[in-house]
Every structure is written in structure tokens, then in C-alpha cells.
């Protein structure tokens, strides 16, 4: 069955941070060439809530999550993803750890030589190596049943709208049951409704699953409806933290161009 | 140095580090079978139909061009000795070689690339699978298996195109063609034009997915990705068969 996305007062959360840390960035700071992106970043991500990290365009965002998923090694810092220092795991080590996390692209980047039973298998496929077919096909109509597209089971993603393959995207993010997903710009490229369903499907998933988001985006309205928490990165470092509420009333003129 | 020669050079660089860490990885588990046989059977399926087809036209065009200067020496008899001589030392692994870069090369530099510039192979890279090795390793394994059998492939439709060929002007049957073929033919010439095809089937996979796999700059470098993969591999299989000729000539199997 779908998954409710009709917008509710209790959706709109006040929940503050809490709880044990389960990702940690310490001093981070990389630069390519004479850029400096990132510079002395720090920031905190509780076990259970959803954070959304705002940012200007080119300001560093992508690169902020690239780094806590081991693509981009930091020049400097120490990143921790639950209890482990990314940047000084083995390969295997780093391998095991990104499968308890979730990572929804910005592109949403699913195989496009496959079907979308094949793309939401893949992971199943390489990681859990004792399910059977029979349980491999439940886990998928579950996970296309989550994002309300159990009857594209098999199409291809090209033969899908751009919404459709961002909710794809999350459905194959989740078939591993992730205790953290970070989500890189989820509504950009779509239009408000959609990006709205979008947003509140991410909340549905972290109440039904109580996993912890990273949410990057320069959307407000998504923002608004998914942050427990919201940081802002400015200058390579996070400027202001806080609830969306206190935020949006700062009298920073920094803080308040993101909400005006 | 000039800037010309420094890329060139680095280039030479970063393609030999990814031809050792596509020995690294290929050498450890986890080892990608279900894949491997996959892309067999892609790329050589997908090849077969040209292949054969080039194939087939060169053997026949070969014979039908060798014929008149053949006769004017008076050694008509011995068209399936010359061509069948040509075809397997030389022509056959180098053309069937050259038409599965063209058809290949460019198809995984393609597909590398435009999986890369969508994001695709940081997908797989960060749902914890090995994408030098789902996606690299098996192609390299599968052009270096797969080209020498199509080459054997092209080989034997070659000669049976020089077989209608002859047949255009004389009346020679199927038996007594291939015995003067086979009597033509030695081991020294077939075992060093199949083991060079092994060389020319690495290439071909080293450069499409080294170039597809360090695509940049979105579709158009894609594009570009596809594009020089064709002319490097191409370029590369000419360099390999000059020294594979030098090394055959030293051991004194020419």
C-alpha cells in the first residue's frame, strides 16, 4: 500500500537535537585547486532525526556529503559514521559501512541498462547473498509499495517522469534498510507538487524506518517540511544551526537571505 | 616540454596505473563471474554480425583483386594458398581487431561514460560495490577472451569467401579448397596471429573503459569518451602488431 503524503500539522516538526551522534564532522576542510571549499566544517547529525544542511549553489553541499560517503577524502578533519572514521577504514571496511547508508543522488542515478525490478535487485543481489527469490520479490513490491510504483516493476527508467524516477531512486535507497540516508538536492528539477510528495514521503520513511537524514538542499519548502534541524553552510563553514523557527526570524542578514 | 607532449605522457602514466589496478583488483575476491559471462556474451554477440560480415567481404574482395596479377604469373592454382596465408597471419586479426574497436571500444567508453557523468558509478560505488571491478575487470576479461574467438570466426568466414570467390571464375570444391588451405597453412602461422589477438582484445577493453570510466564534463564529454577510445585503441592494436611481428621475427617463428 502507498505510503500517506497528505500534509498534517504533526509532519511540521519541533523536535530538537538529541540522542546518541551518528555521523560527527570534526574541522573538516578540502579544497580543489586554489577553492576552498569546505573550510574547518563541523557538524552533528542524532540518531533519528532529519537535517537539513542549506547552502548557496557551489557552496560546498554536494561536497560535504561526498566526503561523509568516502567519494572525496577531506584534506583535513575527521568525518565519523556511526562510531566509524571514515577516511581511515579499509576498503572492505568502507564497503560494509555504506551499506547502512542510504544515498539518494542529486541525478537520481539509477542503471539505466536496467529494469526498475533490476535496479531496486542490485543491491539485494550484492549484499544479501541469503535471500532467496521468493523474499528478494517481496522486498522489492515492498519497497516500489513504499513509494506508491509497484506497477513499474518493469519498466526502464528512461520510460519514467522525472518524480517517478527520484521516487525509484528513494525506493532503492531504502531496499537495504539504511540507518542513515543522506539525500543530495531531492526536489531540484521537479515541479512544487512533486517536490512536495517528495518531501513528505521522506518524512513517512524516517517515521516508519527511524532513520537518521542528511538532507542538502536549497529548496525552503522542502526544507520546512522534512528539518527537525537546520544548518547553514556559509563560506565553507556552518554559519548558524538551529529549528527552521528560530531561523527564519534571525535577524542575520546572512541567515535571512535564505528565507526571504 | 611542450603542453602537447606532457598530457600525452601523463596520459601513458594514468593509463598504465589503470592497467596494474585492473590486475590488482582482478586478481582478488570478490570475483564477478555472473558479470564476466554477461559481458561475453554481449560483446561478442554483439560483435559477431560485423565481424562476419567484414569477413566475409574481405575474403571475397582479396580473391577477386589477387586473381588477374595471380594469373599473370601463371599461379592461379595457388589463390587459396596466398589468401588463406594473408588472411590468418595477418589481415584477418588486424581488421576483425580494428571493426571490434571500432563496434566496442566505443560502446563501453559510451556507456562508462555517460554512466559516470549520471552519477551511476558513484551509485554503485556507494551502495558498496567495487565499480573498478563490476564494471572494468569483467569488460577487460571479456574483449581479451572474446576477440580471439571471433577472430578464429572471421577467419573461417573469410575463407569461405575466398572459396566463392575462386569459384567465380574456376569450378574447385569445398574438400579440395580447404586441404590446399590447410596444406598452405602452418603453425607459425596461426599460433602467433591467435596469441597477438589476445593483446589487441586487451587494448580494445583497456582504453574504451579507461576512457569511458574518466569521462568528464558531462554529454559532451561522453562524446569525446567514445570518440577517442576508437582512435587509441585503433592506434594501439597497429603498435602491438608491429612488435608482435618483431618478437615472432626474433624467435624465428616469421
Known amino acids: 500500500m502507498a505510503m500517506q503524503v497528505e500534509e498534517s500539522p504533526s509532519i511540521l516538526k519541533t ?76 576498503q572492505e571496511s568502507l564497503d560494509a559501512l555504506r551499506v547502512k547508508i542510504g544515498f539518494l543522488f542529486q541525478s537520481n542515478a539509477l542503471y539505466d541498462s536496467m529494469t526498475v525490478r533490476e535496479n531496486l535487485e542490485f543491491p539485494l543481489r550484492r549484499h544479501g547473498v541469503d535471500l532467496s527469490q521468493t523474499e528478494i520479490d517481496a522486498l522489492v513490491i515492498e519497497a516500489l509499495e513504499n513509494v506508491g510504483l509497484r506497477h513499474t516493476v518493469n519498466m526502464m527508467p528512461v520510460e519514467l517522469s522525472g518524480g517517478m524516477r527520484k521516487r525509484i531512486a528513494l525506493a532503492r535507497t531504502l531496499i537495504l534498510k539504511p540507518e542513515i540516508i543522506l ?13 512536495k510528495e517528495i518531501s513528505l514521503l521522506m518524512v513517512e520513511i524516517q ?54 | 616540454m611542450n603542453e602537447g607532449w606532457r598530457t600525452f605522457f601523463s596520459e601513458i602514466g594514468d593509463m598504465t596505473r589503470f592497467a596494474n589496478r585492473f590486475f590488482y583488483e582482478g586478481a582478488r575476491p570478490r570475483y564477478e563471474w555472473e558479470e564476466l559471462l554477461r559481458q561475453c556474451y554481449k560483446i561478442g554477440n554483439k560483435s ?45 586479426p588486424v581488421l576483425t581487431a580494428l571493426v571490434f574497436a571500432g563496434k566496442i571500444s566505443s560502446s563501453i567508453g559510451a556507456e562508462l561514460g555517460s554512466m559516470r ?81 589476445f593483446f589487441f582484445g586487451f587494448a580494445v577493453g583497456l582504453v574504451g573503459c579507461y576512457k569511458g570510466y574518466h569521462s568528464q564534463k558531462g554529454t559532451e564529454g561522453v562524446g569525446r569518451s567514445a570518440n577517442s577510445a576508437v582512435v587509441v585503441s585503433s592506434l594501439l592494436i597497429f603498435i602491438l602488431d608491429l612488435v608482435a611481428v618483431q618478437v615472432t621475427d626474433i624467435l624465428g617463428i616469421n
Open chain 2, 117 to 197: 557523468v549520471t552519477e551511476q558509478i558513484d551509485a554503485m560505488e556507494v551502495s558498496g560495490t567495487n565499480p573498478f571491478k563490476y564494471l572494468v575487470v569483467t569488460r577487460i576479461i571479456a574483449t581479451t577472451l572474446m576477440l580471439p574467438i571471433l577472430t578464429l570466426l572471421s577467419d573461417a568466414i573469410s575463407l569461405y569467401g575466398c572459396y566463392l570467390g575462386v569459384n567465380i571464375r574456376d569450378i574447385v570444391s569445398f574438400g579440395l579448397f580447404y586441404r590446399q588451405v590447410f596444406d598452405a597453412l602452418s603453425f607459425s602461422d596461426v599460433i602467433p596471429a591467435f596469441i597477438k589477438t
Open chain 1, 183 to 195: 539525500y543530495d538536492e531531492p526536489t531540484t528539477g521537479l515541479d512544487p507538487i512533486t517536490g
Open chain 1, 207 to 260: 517515521k516508519k524506518y527511524n532513520t537518521s537524514s542528511l538532507i542538502i538542499t536549497h529548496d525552503m519548502n522542502c526544507v520546512r517540511r522534512t528539518a527537525d534541524r537546520v544548518a547553514i553552510l556559509l563560506d565553507g563553514r556552518c554559519y548558524a544551526e538551529g529549528i527552521f523557527k528560530d531561523l527564519e526570524q534571525s535577524k542575520d542578514k546572512a541567515i535571512k537571505q535564505f528565507f526571504e
Open chain 1, 15 to 90: 523536535k530538537t537535537a538529541s540522542g546518541e551522534p551518528v555521523i560527527a564532522v570534526s574541522n573538516v576542510s578540502i579544497a580543489f585547486g586554489n577553492n576552498q571549499v569546505l573550510n574547518n566544517f563541523n557538524l552533528i547529525l542524532y540518531k533519528g532525526e532529519n537535517l537539513a544542511v542549506l547552502g548557496k549553489s557551489g557552496s560546498g553541499k554536494s561536497v560535504l556529503i561526498k566526503c561523509i560517503i568516502g567519494l572525496l577524502k577531506p584534506d583535513e578533519g575527521d568525518i565519523n559514521v556511526l562510531g566509524e572514521n571514515v577516511a581511515a577504514l579499509e
Open chain 2, 48 to 92: 559477431l554480425p560485423l565481424v562476419g560480415l567484414t569477413g566475409f567481404i574481405l575474403g571475397l574482395v582479396l580473391t577477386i583483386q589477387l586473381r588477374p596479377n595471380m594469373a599473370y604469373y601463371g599461379v592461379e592454382s595457388k589463390l587459396p594458398d596466398m589468401v588463406a596465408i594473408a588472411i590468418v597471419r595477418e589481415i584477418g
